[in-house]
């Protein structure tokens, strides 16, 4: 089996937010995908295409599932936030040899606990009907609660690459409740494939026992891997190269296992 990775990168970022990891996979042998998600990877500062505003957590899975049924093999889906739950909702299509799921975001079912939880929906809240919109977040946002690891400095260099994000995605993770559409639920039962799950444990915007419940749900195919001094963006953080390492060790483990019983 090939060693071939698919990354998605999470709201308002890039795939430039692979770059680190990118490197260290391909040094292992892997074949890294790293795609924008629709309407990402441009020039963060220009004005947005008005389609963003209709854009759903469902379009990006879509447009995931496109690119993996291109490939002449299975990947492993390597996603964070955002992007994890759409690499667990590829993966439920049988599209996935394995799903890498970085601070995912919690799914549809799931309340905010922690008060800083409450306190990310809160600011979509204040910014009025942000759903109808592309949405750009405020630095004194972004910088507490996902950029927490970072300092001053590396704070200001990472928000400068971010660009808007589809309001109507927020609105479908953080109020799931009225999403009639539903996009942010994951069919557990449906993804086969072994999951790894790896959450900060400093991570203010997902708290991490959310990723604890998502690799439960998994059963004995779901690994929980805390790590310790990492916050959302961990893979941007000093220190990256220790999650990266428990990502690639497991990837390998996965692709080792599909061989052998190949044989």
Known sequence: MAKTVVMIHGAFAGPWCWDDYKALFSAHGWTCHTPALRHHGGDPKADPDPDFANTSIADYTNDVAALVRTLETKPIILGHAVGAMVAQQVAARGLASGVVAINPNAPRGTLPETDDERAVARSFMEMGAFWKA??????????????NKLDDASQHAVFDRFGPESGRVMFEMF?????????????????????????????????????????????????????????????????????????????????????????
């Open 175 to 263: 109020f799931w409740m009225f999403d009639d559409h539903r996009a942010a639920a994951i069919a557990f039962d449906k993804v086969t494939c072994p999951v790894l799950v790896v959450s900060g444990e400093d991570d203010r915007a997902v708290r991490h026992a959310v990723g604890r419940e998502i690799a439960h749900k998994y059963g004995s195919n779901g690994t929980f891997h805390l790590a310790r001094g990492h916050a959302h963006f961990l893979f941007l953080e000093p220190g990256w190269e220790g999650p990266a390492r428990v990502c690639e060790t497991w990837m390998s483990g996965v692709v080792g296992e599909t061989e052998a019983s190949r044989r």
């Open 134 to 147: 592309p949405l750009r977040v405020p630095f004194d946002l972004m910088a507490p609660y996902a950029l």
